[in-house]
């Protein structure tokens, strides 16, 4: 299958301005093969991929929860009463009873698009029933960066005071930090339709910068679990070369917010990046 380098990808403000007409939509509106994606902006680049790949097989729907935050003006609303009226709206639960594939991370606290079938009112008592149902890994909050540590310590101790250096103590504390928020996403990863991707995030992590920030990640992250979705649940026909090009597609997060790599860093987690090491700022 040909595959062209698409000139724009679709962002997060695309996904955004289209919730005030219901819900972001693309592939083939005629098809009655469905995907309906729900997730935050590490989702955005699977949406691009599937897009790149389904050859007009697919209508494709996605939803971003974490923008009802917000009402058109951009001003901050209550959350929980914009996802009621979502509850209500037939575009939305029409798309749930619609879908045929339902591609999501994980949500407990955002009312209908909860995924915890626990949760009462959650997406599945609102009429979803896709027959392939996968969950994907959730890279949020997963601070593990000396930089990213350090400048939430020093806001979080609202210490006037410049930090001049570190004792053995906080050295501890900081790698510490880092580790447990590694251990904690190989964890998540076996509670989703990727427990394997544990075992490659550990193989992987040090050779390629695979997170930009605590809740960013990059093309080394979501291609190969695009790749690895595709081969266990979708089964689009692309080959080799079809993802060799997708790496040279934009890294939506690769322009902004990208924590840098420190000596500190490289120390710590023996980090074997391709980039320069920059000076930590205190």
């Known amino acids: 299958m040909e595959f062209r380098i698409p000139r724009i990808m679709i962002n997060t403000i695309d996904i955004k301005r289209k919730r005030f007409d219901g819900l972001f939509q693309c592939g083939n509106p005629n098809s009655k093969e469905v995907v309906f994606m729900m997730g935050s902006c590490r989702g955005v680049p699977h949406l691009n991929f599937l897009n790149a790949a389904h050859n007009g097989r697919f209508k494709i729907y996605y939803i971003d929860p974490h923008d009802y935050h917000w009402d058109a003006a951009n001003n901050l609303v209550d959350l929980h009463a914009a996802i009621d009226r979502a509850a209500q709206d037939t575009r939305i639960t029409d798309a749930f009873k619609s879908a045929t594939i339902f591609i999501h991370e994980h949500y407990g606290n955002y009312g209908c698009f909860n995924t915890d079938r626990t949760a009462p009112g959650n997406i599945y008592d609102h009429g979803m029933a896709a027959p392939l149902d996968i969950c994907l890994p959730n890279f949020h909050g997963k601070f593990i960066l000396f930089q990213e540590i350090v400048t939430q310590e020093i806001l979080a101790s609202q210490n006037p005071e410049p930090v001049k250096g570190f004792s053995p103590e906080m050295m501890d504390f900081i790698v510490g930090i880092g580790r447990k928020s590694i251990h904690d996403f190989k964890e998540m990863c076996a509670l989703t339709s990727f427990p394997e991707f544990a ?43 079809f993802y060799d090009r997708l790496y040279q597609t934009p890294d939506l997060y690769a322009s902004h917010g990208v924590v840098p790599l420190t000596k500190y860093d490289v120390e710590a987690h023996g980090w074997e990046w391709d980039e320069p090491l920059q000076e930590l700022k205190l």
């Open 199 to 241: 075992g490659y995030f550990e193989a992987n992590m040090r050779r390629h910068r695979m997170f930009f920030s605590n809740n960013h990640v990059s093309h080394h992250f979501t291609i190969p679990l695009f790749r690895l979705m595709n081969e266990k649940f979708l089964g689009l026909p692309v080959d080799q070369a």
